[in-house]
């Protein structure tokens, strides 16, 4: 079957979905052609399954945490049993539930959905195998949202009892010893949820720190956290294989040491998905193992965009939506480019941890002067109620005209704060306009402004 269409979209994933149904929105003529199942890895192997399992892991240690003496004056008589199975049959229903949603809003939006695995023979042409047979797709335009996949280490092949983040958020049983390799985000919010739930977890990591984009003062928090739980982590250690589940790795003194793993989860970075599928057919240059791309989304060939982790870092769904949301608008005739201030990340570890913006060390390097200002959760009354109270809100502003430039935090919740913070960045907020906002009382939102106050040199609860 032949089918012709304004827009194409390849891959159901943050991007391409977005991307598809703000086409539809806007009346173009849009097919999306996914392979696996819409929503992505975002919505089916990543950001939403490994938020469950964090929430099911905190809530069953949190429940354990009541037994025996007890905790806040509850009491539970016997410690709280898991069926593991039956929590990711949990989480996989949130997974499904997302996944039907994803389809719907496609459909409401009037994109045509084409199942099966798109092969490009020139770049406005495709092949898909779909249940029905062949369907080729000719485009006028085309967005290349294929997305990345889980990065494999030569020597430590996936397969059997070496996982990646996509088997661990399907295991259904818990491990009694789970070793991680790599302490990134995806291996540390992985890792500590497995603790949580009773497996003994241990981390080897090449680098001198673990999560090792973030400061060293932004990560104290949750290197405390691992060390108060029994968590391992061998820094300067470098994995050499795996055999009879047992883990060879080189210390960071240059021995040779193992280590036994019912499971070795490897969390080493992910992939582009850029083989398999025609790319080389399209002509579009390169940026490394990334389709290279302008503020507007373009490839070098003529209407051919690319969005999200296809396109290199910083790998995150709201990214992959953003650039969506913006390549639909111009495609459907809008002035619109990519250029945000900023892009927040978040690490949902315990506690979890914040990064909006520049550092002051950063800012140094781009001859920027700054001043830097920090609340502590502990000074936080709402925190103190939620037991929320280690971290802080660190705010960094130019020194000449107070404009904020970055804010970094660490806490229990205070992912919840990112969007506030990415809103003072996209709208050059000075450090007067975050402290003079009234912030309810009491919430952890309080932080934010008596860090902007604290920067101008008077906070008034520290
Ligand atoms: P993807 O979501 O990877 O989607 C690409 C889609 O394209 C896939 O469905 C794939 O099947 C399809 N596809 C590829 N090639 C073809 C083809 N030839 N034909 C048809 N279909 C094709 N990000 C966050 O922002 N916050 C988080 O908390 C977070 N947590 C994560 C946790 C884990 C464990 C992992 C693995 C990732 C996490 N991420 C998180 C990253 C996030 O999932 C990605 O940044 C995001 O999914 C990228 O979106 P995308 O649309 O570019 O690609």
Redesign the pocket.
């Known amino acids: 079957m032949d089918m012709k269409c304004k827009l194409l979209v390849?891959?159901?994933?943050?991007?391409?979905y977005v991307a598809a149904i703000r086409a539809g929105q806007l009346g173009l003529d849009t097919i999306i052609?996914?392979?696996?199942?819409a929503?992505?890895?975002?919505l089916?192997?990543?950001?939403i399954p490994?938020?469950a399992l964090i929430h099911a892991a905190d809530k069953y240690q949190q429940m354990a945490r009541h037994t025996g003496k007890g905790h806040l004056g509850i009491r539970l008589a016997a410690k709280p049993e898991l069926d593991f199975a039956a929590t990711i049959n949990w989480k996989d229903g949130i997974v499904d539930r997302l996944n039907g949603g994803v389809e719907g809003l496609l459909k409401k939006a009037g994109v045509k959905q084409v199942k099966?695995?798109?092969?490009f023979k020139n770049a406005k042409t495709c092949d898909?195998e779909t249940g029905d047979g062949t369907v080729t797709i000719t485009a006028e335009h085309v967005i290349l949202?294929?997305?990345?996949k889980?990065a494999e280490l030569p020597f430590l092949p996936f397969g059997g009892d070496v996982i990646s983040?996509?088997e661990a958020?399907c295991l259904t049983e818990v491990p009694e010893n789970l070793v991680v390799v790599g302490a990134g985000y995806?291996g540390l919010?992985?890792g500590i949820a497995y603790g949580k739930l009773g497996a003994k977890v241990t981390f080897i990591e090449a680098e001198e720190r673990i999560l090792a984009t973030y400061d060293n003062e932004l990560t104290a928090p949750v290197r405390k956290w691992l060390k108060n739980h029994n968590i391992k982590t061998h820094l300067k250690a470098r994995a050499s294989g795996f055999k009879d589940n047992i883990l060879s790795y080189t210390d960071r003194d240059g021995a040779e040491q193992t280590i036994a793993a019912d499971k070795l989860l490897v969390t080493v970075g992910?992939k582009a998905?850029t083989e398999?599928?025609g790319l080389e057919n399209m002509a579009v240059d390169m940026d490394g193992g990334f389709i290279k791309i302008d503020k507007y989304c373009r490839t070098s060939m003529k209407n051919v965009w690319a969005?999200?982790?296809?396109t290199g870092e910083p790998?995150?769904?709201?990214?992959?939506s953003a650039q969506?949301e913006t390549v639909a608008e111009i495609i459907a005739g809008k002035k619109r480019e990519f250029t945000p201030n900023a892009i927040a990340a978040?690490c949902?570890t315990d506690p979890e941890i914040i990064a909006v913006g520049i550092s002051a060390e950063q800012a140094k390097a781009d001859g920027i002067e700054t001043i830097v200002g920090k609340f502590p959760l502990m000074a936080n009354g709402r925190a103190l109620t939620m037991e929320a109270g280690e971290g802080f809100v660190r705010v960094t502003a130019r020194a000449d005209n107070h404009v904020i430039i970055g804010i970094h935090g660490v806490g229990p919740h205070i992912s919840e704060l990112s969007g506030e913070f990415a809103l003072a960045l996209e709208m050059g907020a000075r450090l007067e306009d975050i402290a003079d906002t009234i912030h309810v009382h009491p919430t952890i939102a309080e932080s934010f402004a008596e860090s902007a106050l604290a920067t101008l040199g008077h906070a008034i609860h520290i």
Do not use: Q
């Open positions: 390849i891959g159901a994933g943050p991007g391409g052609v996914e392979g696996d199942r929503g992505g890895t975002c089916i192997r990543g950001c490994s938020k099966g695995w798109a092969k898909v949202a294929n997305g990345s889980a983040s996509t958020l995806i919010e992985l992910r998905n398999g599928w969005i999200g982790d296809i790998m995150l769904a709201h990214r992959a969506g978040v949902f």
